[in-house]
Antibody, heavy 120, light 105 residues
């Protein structure tokens, strides 16, 4: 059974940093691109970043470029999102998601999500 | 690139619900649909325009042509009440529609 479990969320002040982690199990982690997707309270879904199987390619939504860094540790089957210079509009539930196969990006499994609140 | 969905759709139990997703030449891209119930993570219900993942009921179907993709739920049930999001991929960027709240009443 595919499982994605996020951790590391919480309350942080504007300008602060936070590191999210996602523990993956139930599938061959090195076979898949992985993504982070977020959802602000009461709002829709927004893709944040993704990373290739070997970590050699990474892509980000414009609003987080230069502030967020996605990474993965294939030896530990884990995905991370380092978030710096956090702003109030980064407040959201962050989902770790496995990308499906087929040449275009979509998400076939999602974690339960972790809340990040940026507030003073 | 933008995807436009109606904010809300209402349907009576047992009837057919249609949720649209519009974008420029959307028919040239693959479209994906997700269902999200309150307090839960999204679930993929349609991939590559019209394919159903295992475990998704046959009443869910999809189509995509021209500038519009459509998610159709035949014989809608109360358990189908949820938010639905369309999604595509353009120039290395993932794009989601704004979401449609489906009410079954």
């Amino acid at each position: 059974e595919v499982q994605l479990v996020e951790s590391g969320g919480g309350l942080v002040q504007p300008g602060g940093s936070l590191r999210l982690s996602c523990a993956a199990s139930g599938f061959t982690f090195t076979d898949y691109w992985m993504s982070w997707v977020r959802q602000a309270p009461g709002k829709g879904l927004e893709w944040v970043a993704n990373i290739k199987q070997d970590g050699s390619e990474k892509y980000y939504v414009d609003s987080v470029k230069g502030r967020f860094t996605i990474s993965r540790d294939n030896a530990k089957n884990s995905l991370c999102l380092q978030m710096n210079s956090l702003r109030a509009d980064d407040t959201a539930v962050y989902y770790c998601a496995r990308e499906g196969s087929g040449g275009t990006t979509f998400f076939d499994y999602w974690g339960q999500g972790i809340l990040v609140t940026v507030s003073s | 690139y933008e995807l436009t969905q109606p904010p809300s759709v209402s349907v009576s139990p047992g009837q057919t619900a249609s949720i649209t997703c519009s974008g420029d030449k959307l028919g040239d891209k693959y479209v994906y649909w997700y269902q999200q119930k309150p307090g839960q993570s999204p679930v993929l219900v349609i991939y590559q325009d019209n394919k159903r993942p295992s475990g998704i009921p046959e009443r869910f179907s999809g189509s995509n042509s021209g500038n519009t993709a459509t998610l159709t739920i035949s014989g809608t049930q109360a358990v189908d009440e949820a938010d639905y999001y369309c999604q595509t991929w353009d120039s290395s960027t993932v794009v989601f529609g704004g979401g449609t709240k489906l009410t079954v009443l």
